[in-house]
């Protein structure tokens, strides 16, 4: 496909399920890809270079992408680029940002999937002396629901119907709506990147399924059920629905942009609307989170614990603590699942100096966003 006039030009970074279907995705339609990995962990972008591509199927589109280029050399990636994205996971973006640092180019825009990477960024390019007019910007998630099952395939079982999404500061948001929206057109404005990670729910959802099935998890290695259609009953929805009382109060300290959990699948996914049924009910007949590419954690020990709490519950209840917001749902569940993996989550999480925003009150949090 020929490339759109005047097109952005992309940098993916990342080859785990997320960061291949965005290069595919993107590739496919019309735009050039740089798809880019840490040397440490080049195995899949190898598999990837010698199938001189990404197969990609599902609701992202069906064909082969063959990108611009595929390389560990993360300078090269980058360069001339509008738009960089952070494909892996949160534990991901902090060495990307690093080792870019004195690399950025003016004018250009590097994505977060959630768990304030924007205001980390913010932070780590301040305290290396970046100078550069790079721009941070935060989504509530990933765009997609996907799996890849081994390099260079990957299968695209859900699409977000609109994924809300802010700049830091928040003036520069539609600035990059124009430029990413012939693209994505899913992306739609977030009142600001605080608002952003604070909409995140997978750090609402995904604790309480895994912590209450922590025997059936170990007892049948995640064999033979589904994490959502089995595992989120009633008992565990009245746990996430206490839980997301909790963060709709410390996200109303900076923003109003709040969306509590009970509507957010109809915000988010309207194409497998289920209507107004419970939370439990929603959860449990999602044919997105039911699907067989989607099954039980082999192990507690997994991302849904080991990236939703420290990037996401522990930075909640730490911000609560400070600024007179309780939340002793979300707090019970940090130290549960410190207890079982043997984890001070409270030390091993994001902190207010982390964000940047340690010395600031609620009102110097606002004006920085802005």
Not at 1 to 30: C, E, R, Y
Not at 253 to 270: H, M, R, T
Not at 326 to 331: G, M, Q, S
Request: net charge negative.
């Amino acid at each position: 496909m020929p490339k759109p006039s005047g097109s952005p030009k992309f940098a993916v970074l990342g080859t785990g399920n997320s960061g291949q279907t965005f290069a595919a995705d993107i590739t496919l339609k019309g735009y050039s890809v740089n798809l880019a990995e840490m040397p440490e962990f080049e195995s899949n972008l190898r598999v990837i270079e010698k199938k001189g591509g990404i197969e990609i199927s599902g609701d992202a589109g069906n064909g082969f992408a063959e990108l611009n280029m595929i390389t560990t050399d993360l300078t090269a990636a980058i360069k001339g680029v509008d738009i960089i994205i952070i494909g892996g996971s949160a534990h991901a973006h902090e060495p990307f940002s690093k080792a870019l640092a004195h690399h950025f180019e003016d004018g250009q825009f590097i994505v977060f999937t959630s768990n304030f990477g924007a205001m980390r960024f913010h932070k780590w390019m301040k305290e290396a002396g970046v100078t550069t007019l790079v721009t941070p910007v935060e989504t509530i998630s990933l765009l997609y629901a996907t799996r890849a099952p081994e390099p260079g395939v990957v299968a695209c079982i859900g699409l977000k119907s609109k994924l809300p999404t802010a700049a830091l500061p928040a003036s520069r948001t539609a600035e990059f709506l124009e430029k990413i929206k012939p693209v994505f057109p899913q992306f739609v404005a977030a009142e600001n990147a605080w608002s952003a990670s604070m909409n995140n729910l997978n750090p609402i959802v995904h604790p309480p399924m895994v912590l209450f099935n922590a025997g059936r998890i170990e007892a049948t290695g995640g064999k033979g059920w589904n994490l959502y259609a089995d595992g989120a009953t009633e008992s565990v929805a009245k746990i996430m629905l206490s839980m997301d009382a909790e963060r709709m109060a410390v996200l109303k300290l900076i923003s109003n942009d709040g969306i509590p959990i009970k509507d957010s699948f109809e915000a988010f996914y309207a194409t497998y609307s289920l209507g107004k049924k419970t939370l439990s009910e929603t959860l449990r007949q999602s044919p997105i989170h039911s699907h067989p590419a989607f099954p039980a954690p082999s192990s507690v020990d997994t991302r849904y614990i080991n990236e939703d709490l420290p990037f996401g519950l522990v930075p909640w209840a730490l911000i609560g603590r400070a600024w007179g917001v309780p939340t002793p749902t979300i707090d019970a569940i940090i130290q549960i699942a410190s207890i079982i993996l043997n984890v001070d989550y409270f030390k091993e999480g994001l902190t207010m100096d982390d964000l940047g925003i340690a010395e600031m009150n609620p009102d110097g949090v606002k004006a920085f966003l802005a």
